[in-house]
């Protein structure tokens, strides 16, 4: 097993959650190839600006930059690159297609379907076609650097000609005239619902990241959950071509393999957010199940402010843990904490990822069907039954995801769905059928494996309506000896995707074989 | 017997299809072999779900036809050998045992058991339903080992249970929260409408496919049944 | 053609094996099937409604007249027939990451088997030896093996519940309702069609779907 990753071959977004660095703004500019000699020049003048996975630390004497850079490539991208044909057919049906066509299995239908997202995605003469070809996501610690970098860009866009810079993004007034999809971070890292986001990532081997983060991010090993023992790296193979994977072998990846290594899949979405709808159901739900904030903790598996329901179920020890949490925060990053809070902070910190459902098999804490243990169930898919599968997140360990992105746009009415609000997600895999699709289809639109039938992610998923207009969706909220289970239904569609593709991100010596039109498979 | 697990029988039968280009041949298959027409009948002629002739079959769990064209090759050094004739593969899972199942069968579906098999060696000495047993218990092959993930019970158990868990799951989402004497009536109401001890009606019907026509025997009010 | 019945997809797979060897294979299928314990993965796993193994030695196949060539065969061929649900992927993975063990105990004697782990080469295999099927049945298309092993514990406690209940008071008869649901929590979500797991299948669907409704006169 390959322990020392290349991090100055990857690009940095598949390393890095720039949140956790410290880029609270972004903007996410997309570009169609109109020829194919001056495209590859303008990928040869971006390739310099593009942010790495190199470690950022004072020990390395690395800082971290004002902005950080990305690009990948759609597949109609790639061809327009002239990447050879051969190459092109080893990419997976799904890549080729395209996210628009695979709407029927992520359950893009409805409010959903592609008629309702923004002009940019929908060609005006081939709506179904792939217009999108480049995707540059530039990260920004403030707007003055954000904007420093995108002007520099454009004015190397202006330079080579041959590539358009697409626009059409929908903003705060309604129309579609952006010529960038802007985000940024909401005060206090939560995102338009209220939740607190970006709290767990997947750890993967040779990464760099901070060993810490393996508790909670890596795969769970059957030890204390609560503790380093539990949890071990996932491997690199997962989420980065050219390395082992978690099944004992290589992830298929286009030849030839120089150009595929230290590269992996990127899902963009926006996914626009009923805030209307969302704060009107915990408010009628709420008070009906008893406590508004409890209710929506249980659509997501935590509480708003991100403490977990498995470790803390009661909202006093909820909120007691956050208070603590922010209060030491504060105090270590304004470098006034003392070392017995330093130490404190750690181990609340890691409250917030070091857990598994082992003690919960009835899902009286955390609900089955509830968002975060769909999306990560850890080893709750035996179900308590030790030692039935090989490992105990057999069943969970492949289908991983990087989740990368910022909200955007901001609500100025709570009660109403129609503002400018809502999440550019960006999911990072090596495999988009088995990680990211898997994930929509079985297991945020369909509920089998939680033996939930066909009740679907409260929080995100395509729950319809009735023939009354009513939402159609339903949850579980399980129960115990002191309370009966409580039935939601009536549940709208909270969550409605406006956008997005599936993107190729090369590694640096792949995107410079592109930008020099050197990838040969012979 | 491994064929048996519990109320579960899993029949595995090859009827060996005969060579060359029958005599009589079905519409539009003039000039095609035995093979060619039994895999016409099963993909283009037999309707699905539902309307499949095996929906008839009672007490049939789950069940398949396939065509085995030869045996597989597993590459050099191994050894290249060939089977002398094509079989139509009969995999079924029913509740029950043999004898009285394939009975039912024959009583259900005996002229698409016969278009199917009238192309297979052996079968024109099958004229009634005992030699149509017999018929079968000749091309059985003996399960080895039969794992039953699911229930062993009749299929008209399954199908009424299917219903009752849909219709239950219903009345306690539209029931949340009401009150003790609501809850009371309602649940009266639920269980005249779904009447859980009667096996026949309202269940679902077998292969249903789509929820809007799932149900059968349900009675509408003053309408009679649907 | 097709492999998928609503929530049930039907794999056949058949591969040869040694004459000599398909001995102690028969033995550990008869072992497994007296010790509960080799099957808890696959009980846990939960995806699978009835599925089989066939060993069938050279002189097993049907015979059944003189007209009918008879086989010679130097290999022993074991086939395996399989109802589960999800898709072909998602069943091939799972078995390979949570029971990879018990896979190879049961097809570790077939010529060639590559062991199930690392899973490309064992995708391989099964693909490569895997039979399409051409006419799939299943009684309760909308029902997952979940589904069904579920509704038989609706239906009993339902039955129960209604005997238990008869002479109840409103109140009691709430009390005894939610211990009801409480023990059902998760035996009452709602089921319906399968997610569409392949579009293929999905189109092929569509258009038999389609021309059902036209050759009954344009349907509903």
Not at chain 1, 40 to 51: I, N, S
Not at chain 1, 318 to 347: D, P
Not at chain 2, 55 to 61: K, N, Q, S
Not at chain 2, 106 to 119: C, G, M, Y
Request: glycine share 8%; aromatic share 12%.
């Amino acid at each position: 097993m390959i322990s020392e990753l290349d991090l100055e071959d990857i690009q940095g977004n598949i390393v890095k959650a720039y949140g956790r660095y410290g880029f609270p703004l972004a903007r996410f500019v997309f570009y169609r190839v109109e020829d194919a000699e001056k495209g590859r020049l303008f990928v040869q003048r971006v390739t310099p600006l593009v942010t790495t996975s190199a470690p950022w630390s004072k020990k390395l004497k690395v800082d971290i930059p004002a902005v950080a850079i990305n690009i990948a490539f759609t597949y109609e991208g790639l061809k327009s690159l002239d990447v050879p044909t051969d190459t092109l057919h080893g990419f997976p049906d799904e890549f080729t297609m395209g996210m628009k066509a695979r709407r029927a299995i992520l359950g893009d239908t409805g409010p959903n379907h592609y008629k309702h997202w923004d002009s940019i995605w929908n060609h005006p003469d081939d709506p179904t076609a792939q217009s999108v070809h480049i995707l540059i996501g530039i990260n920004g610690k403030s707007d003055k650097a954000l904007d420093a970098c995108y002007q520099e860009i454009c004015g190397i866009l202006e330079q080579t000609g041959g590539v358009t810079q697409l626009k059409g993004h929908r903003g705060p007034n309604g129309a579609e005239d952006l010529e960038f999809q802007p985000a940024n971070a909401l005060a206090g890292g939560t995102e338009h619902f209220g939740y607190a986001d970006g709290i767990s990532s997947p750890y993967f081997e040779g990464c760099g990241e901070d060993p810490r983060y393996i508790v909670g991010g890596g795969k769970p090993t059957g030890q204390d959950p609560a503790s380093p023992k539990g949890w071990e790296p996932l491997a690199a193979g997962e989420f980065v071509f050219g390395h082992p994977d978690e099944a004992g072998g290589f992830p298929e990846a286009p030849g030839p393999p120089l150009f595929s290594r230290n590269g992996t899949y990127l899902v963009y979405r926006k996914l626009h957010e009923n805030v209307g709808s969302f704060n009107a159901l915990i408010e009628e739900e709420g008070k009906k199940f008893g406590s508004k904030e409890w209710f929506a903790a249980k659509l997501s598996g935590r509480w708003r402010n991100g403490a977990p329901l498995v470790s803390f179920p009661t909202e006093e020890g909820a909120n007691r843990f956050a208070a603590e949490l922010g209060m030491l925060k504060g105090k270590v990053h304004n470098k006034t904490a003392t070392e017995a809070e330093t130490q404190r902070y750690r181990e609340l910190q890691l409250k917030l990822t070091a857990f598994d459902y082992t003690n919960d098999n009835d899902g009286a804490r955390c609900p089955f069907g509830s968002h975060t243990r769909r999306n990560n169930p850890r080893s709750a898919l035996e179900f308590g039954v030790k030692g039935a599968f090989k490992t105990p997140g057999a069943l969970s360990n492949r289908r991983r995801i990087l989740r990368r992105g910022l909200p955007y746009g901001k609500v100025e009415d709570a009660t109403r769905n129609d503002g400018d609000h809502g999440i550019v997600m960006m999911i990072l895999n090596v495999d988009l059928s088995r990680q990211f699709e898997f994930v929509q289809e079985q297991w945020i639109n369909y509920g089998n494996d939680f033996k939930l039938a066909n009740d679907r992610d409260p929080l995100v998923g395509n729950h319809g309506s009735d023939e009354n207009g009513r939402g159609a969706g339903r949850m579980v909220i399980e129960g115990d000896t002191n309370k009966p289970p409580y039935f939601c239904s009536g549940i709208p569609t909270l969550v409605e995707t406006r956008g997005g593709d599936y993107f190729f991100v090369p590694s640096m010596t792949c995107l410079r074989m592109i930008a020099r039109g050197l990838v040969d498979p012979t | 017997m491994a064929n048996q697990s519990g109320n579960a029988y899993a029949l595995t039968a090859l009827f060996p299809i005969l060579h060359g280009v029958p005599t009589k041949c079905p519409e539009g298959m003039e000039g095609q072999t035995h093979t060619a027409c039994v895999r016409h009948l099963l993909q283009d002629v037999l309707r699905v779900s539902e309307d499949s002739p095996m929906a008839r079959v009672p007490d049939t769990y789950l069940s398949r036809f396939c065509i085995l064209l030869d045996v597989p090759y597993q590459g050099a050094p191994t050894v290249l050998e060939h089977l002398k004739s094509n079989y139509l593969v009969f995999e079924v899972n029913f509740h029950g045992t043999l004898e009285p199942w394939l009975a039912g069968m024959w009583k259900a579906i005996e002229p698409e058991v016969r278009s199917l098999l009238q192309n297979c060696y052996g079968f024109d000495k099958v004229t009634d339903c005992a030699s149509f047993i017999d018929y079968v218990k000749k091309c059985q092959i003996e399960t080895t080992f039969f794992f039953e993930g699911s229930t062993d019970e009749p299929v008209a158990v399954q199908l009424k249970n299917l219903y009752l868990k849909q219709e239950f799951s219903h009345f306690v989402f539209a029931n949340q929260g009401k009150s003790a004497a609501e809850l009371k009536a309602a649940f009266e109401e639920f269980v005249a409408r779904t009447q859980p001890d009667n096996l026949e009606a309202p269940t679902w019907r077998p292969g249903a496919y789509q929820l809007e026509t799932a149900t059968v025997g349900r009675k509408v009010m003053g309408a009679g049944t649907q | 053609m097709s492999n998928i019945a609503g929530k049930a997809y039907a794999m056949n797979v058949i591969t040869p094996m040694r004459w000599y060897t398909a001995w102690i294979t028969r033995l550990i299928f008869f072992v497994a099937s007296k010790r509960p314990a080799t099957t808890i993965g696959l009980i846990t796993l939960s995806l699978i409604h009835y599925a089989r193994w066939v060993i069938i030695e050279a002189n097993q196949f049907p015979h059944v007249n003189d007209d009918q060539p008879k086989e010679e065969l130097k290999y022993t061929y074991m086939m395996f027939f399989s109802n589960f649900n999800g898709s072909w992927d998602q069943y091939v993975d799972s078995f390979s990451s949570a029971i990879p063990d018990g896979l190879d105990l049961f097809w570790k004697l077939n010529i060639r088997y590559p062991k199930s782990v690392p899973m490309l080469p064992f995708h391989k295999y099964i693909t490569s030896n895997q039979i399409w099927s051409d006419h799939y049945y299943n009684a309760y298309p909308m029902a997952a093996s979940n589904d069904v092993k579920s509704a038989k514990k609706v239906s009993g406690a339902l039955a129960a519940f209604i005997a238990d209940t008869k002479n109840s008071g409103a109140d009691e008869f709430q009390q005894k309702y939610n211990k009801l649901v409480l023990g059902l929590q998760h035996d009452v979500s709602a089921m319906g069609p399968n997610p569409i797991v392949s579009l293929s299948a999905w189109a092929v669907e569509k258009r038999l779907v389609e021309e059902s409704m036209a050759a009954a006169g344009g349907g509903l």
